[in-house]
């Protein structure tokens, strides 16, 4: 069974410093991995996918993350946080083990952006 | 496209209640989810859609009931409201079933069983 954990609830940063948001998965096969962002009150948006392509994927918005099969980690960051990026973020797991399609989500980690 | 709907988006339910959360897609996807959203918890999967007329149950299926009678729609129903059931719901779309693609989410449905 797949699993993702998110290592920090928070991370609090001051704006125009770096990011670095932590996800490591567990996995039977070779997942797709995501991380996707929600702004508060809103639905999730897709920031990266990694699917078996290149190891450093970017994404909008500044993201990126890379792949790291050996250290089963996928960490998103972003070089200088402004303060819209204020928001959750979720990294997310998907395989299909036997047919089925069932992502597991992490808990997510809480940006917040200090002036 | 108007991508992802959902209604209503703010519901207040008493116990024992039922009702129906409404979400449709105009983006022709085969493969549909809901998911309860509850603090510190991430997203977990109820019931999830791979085509119209085929559905199956996800994490935590137990209280709720789906079906799939169009490739647009896929409305989640409350058997009998209870107060666990307190939560944001979302529904998500995705072009297939295959692991690899992104899904699309709504904008959620926040509800309140007292």
């Known amino acids: 069974a797949q699993s993702v954990t998110q290592l920090d609830s928070h991370v609090s940063v001051s704006e125009g410093t770096p990011v670095l948001l932590r996800c490591n998965y567990s996995s039977s096969y070779s997942p797709s991995l995501f991380w996707y962002v929600q702004h508060p009150n809103k639905g999730l948006q897709l920031l990266l996918k990694y699917t078996s392509a290149a190891t450093l994927v970017k994404g909008i918005n500044g993201f990126e993350a890379e792949f790291k099969k050996s250290e089963t980690s996928f960490h998103l960051t972003k070089p200088s946080a402004h303060m819209s990026d204020a928001a959750e973020y979720f990294c997310v797991a998907s395989e299909r083990p036997g047919g089925s399609y069932i992502p597991t989500f992490g808990r997510g980690t809480s940006l917040i952006v200090h002036p | ?114």
């Open chain 2, 1 to 114: 496209n108007a991508g992802v709907t959902q209604t209503p988006k703010f519901q207040v339910l008493k116990t024992g209640q039922s009702m129906t959360l409404q979400c449709a897609q105009d983006m022709n996807h085969e493969y549909m989810s809901w998911y309860r959203q509850d603090p510190g918890m991430g997203l977990r999967l109820i019931h999830y859609s791979v085509g119209a007329g085929i559905t199956d149950q996800g994490e935590v299926p137990n209280g709720y009931n789906v079906s799939r009678s169009t490739t647009e729609d896929f409305p989640l129903r409350l058997l009998s409201a209870a107060p666990s059931q307190t939560s944001v719901y979302f529904c998500a779309s995705s072009y297939s079933r295959q692991a690899r693609n992104e899904q699309y989410f709504g904008p959620g449905t926040r509800l309140t069983v007292t």
